[in-house]
């Protein structure tokens, strides 16, 4: 039922920007926090932002931290990374992520590709 289904990964030139979208069904979207996380090849996964569902909180690594913005639509059942300034490192697959109760749920990814 839990679906999370991302789109907007591609291939950007350093300093530029993307937009991810995670469009979310099969929970009440509105009562959960939500998250991106993103995996480079050969290294863990890390979180990147995170957004909560009542006042819409959010928080950043370190390393996005002032290029990144997250956001989310609840009319929409939406949540979005705005990635601005992008750098090689940023390339990675990014997963979105719904912390649902007691339970994770994630979307299939998108790569991300930054290089010149």
């Known amino acids: 039922q839990v679906q999370l289904v991302e789109s907007g990964g591609g291939w950007v030139q350093p300093g530029g920007s993307l937009r991810l979208s995670c469009a979310a069904s099969?929970?009440?979207?509105?009562?959960?926090?939500m998250s991106w996380y993103r995996q480079a090849p050969g290294k863990e996964r890390e979180l990147v932002a995170s957004?909560?569902?009542?006042?819409?909180?959010?928080a950043y690594a370190g390393s996005v931290k002032g290029r990144f913005t997250i956001s989310r639509d609840n009319a929409k059942n939406t949540v979005y990374l705005q990635m601005n300034s992008l750098k090689v490192e940023d390339t990675a697959v990014y997963y979105c992520?719904?912390?649902?109760?007691?339970?994770?749920?994630w979307g299939k990814g998108t790569l991300v590709t930054v290089d010149s």
């Open positions: 957004i909560s569902n009542l006042l819409q909180l959010t």
């Open positions: 099969g929970f009440t979207f509105s009562s959960y926090r």
């Open positions: 992520n719904a912390r649902v109760g007691d339970m994770d749920f």
